[in-house]
Nanobody
Framework: QVQVVESGGGLVQAGGSLSLSCTAS????????MGWYRQAPGNQREAVAD???????NYADSVKGRFTISRGDAQNTVYLQMNNLKPEDTALYYC??????????????WGQGTQVTVSS
């Protein structure tokens, strides 16, 4: 089993910054990618940013230039630095980790989510 735990988040005024962190632990043989998703009330979960094992990153158009995803020294940790936050960034942010638990079995694990609220 692979566990994913997020931390960070909170309440901030528009234009402010917040940082999220996420660690995956457990039966990890090899990580493929880790990423952040978010879900606002009444909306579907959407991808925010991800980074693969090679270090390549992807961002949603809505956060490009404002959010930065990075990996920690331990490859199973990722961070999301969020700058110039907008009220529309308000959502529950989830961390996702995908990889292999051995040579053949894959995992796709989610954290419990951390709330980000941006006031106008």
């Amino acid at each position: 089993q692979v566990q994913v735990v997020e931390s960070g988040g909170g309440l901030v005024q528009a234009g402010g910054s917040l940082s999220l962190s996420c660690t995956a632990s457990g039966s990890i043989f090899r990580l493929i990618a880790m990423g952040w998703y978010r879900q606002a009330p009444g909306n579907q979960r959407e991808a925010v940013a991800d980074v693969n094992s090679g270090g390549s990153t992807n961002y949603a158009d809505s956060v490009k230039g404002r959010f930065t995803i990075s990996r920690g020294d331990a490859q199973n940790t990722v961070y999301l630095q969020m700058n110039n936050l907008k009220p529309e960034d308000t959502a529950l942010y989830y961390c996702n980790a995908r990889g292999y638990t051995n040579l053949v079995d894959v995992f796709d694990s989610w954290g419990q989510g951390t709330q980000v609220t941006v006031s106008s």
